[in-house]
T-cell receptor
Framework: KQEVTQIPAALSVPEGENLVLNCSFT??????LQWFRQDPGKGLTSLLLIQSSQREQTSGRLNASLDKSSGRSTLYIAASQPGDSATYLCAVSNQAGTALIFGKGTTLSVSS | DAGVIQSPRHEVTEMGQEVTLRCKPISGHDYLFWYRQTMMRGLELLIY????????DSGMPEDRFSAKMPNASFSTLKIQPSEPRDSAVYFC??????????????FGSGTRLTVV
């Protein structure tokens, strides 16, 4: 059974820092991996999708990497801003047509 | 595209009442998922459909929960009778099957259910 773990559960940093959020999964045979952002009381916003054949994806200040063999993904946020404060969720799907399995998330707080 | 649309946004009901949550997926998407989010358990899959057919309902907590997808543009999640422990945020999501894995999931804004 696939399990997704995110470390740390919470992170506080000053504005301007570069930071890394970690995600690990127990079954390396994944179909794709998706990072989401969730603001308090809001829905999930997709940030990046990495297909199983890819190693990384980039969008603006965000970069997500995938190492299937070690069962890990990282989300790198460059030059963090207070507006980046949110919960970041990692999710994997094991094969086409199956549901996403989520980690518990990392709650990020960026202070000005 | 308006995205995945859920209604209502908030629902407060008394224990024992029937609750119906609604979802309209993105047009053309052939998969629809219902998730529940709580502080303790995070996001849990309840049930999902492919081409309107339920594929996996193993996450549905008990017989009080039921879900239907009568057509490609509408799904409901019903709780009858509701209990205080059902209080949570319920999310609907949809996606398009792709052999490359290049389509991600799009989530609705959720329905915050409070059972008192």
């Amino acid at each position: 059974k696939q399990e997704v773990t995110q470390i740390p559960a919470a992170l506080s940093v000053p504005e301007g820092e570069n930071l890394v959020l970690n995600c690990s999964f127990t079954d390396s045979a994944i179909y794709n991996l998706q990072w989401f952002r969730q603001d308090p009381g809001k829905g999930l916003t997709s940030l990046l999708l990495i297909q199983s054949s890819q190693r990384e994806q980039t969008s603006g200040r965000l970069n997500a990497s995938l190492d299937k063999s070690s069962g890990r993904s990282t989300l790198y946020i460059a030059a963090s801003q207070p507006g980046d404060s949110a919960t970041y969720l990692c999710a994997v799907s094991n094969q086409a047509g199956t549901a996403l399995i989520f980690g518990k998330g990392t709650t990020l707080s960026v202070s000005s | 595209d308006a995205g995945v649309i859920q209604s209502p946004r908030h629902e407060v009901t008394e224990m024992g009442q029937e609750v119906t949550l609604r979802c309209k997926p993105i047009s053309g998407h052939d998969y629809l998922f219902w998730y529940r989010q709580t502080m303790m358990r995070g996001l849990e899959l309840l049930i999902y459909f492919n081409n309107n057919v339920p594929i996996d309902d193993s996450g549905m907590p008990e017989d009080r929960f039921s879900a239907k997808m009568p057509n490609a543009s509408f799904s409901t999640l019903k709780i009858q009778p509701s209990e205080p422990r059902d209080s949570a945020v319920y999310f609907c999501a949809s996606t398009l099957d792709s052999w490359t894995g290049s389509y991600g999931y799009t989530f609705g804004s959720g329905t915050r259910l409070t059972v008192v």
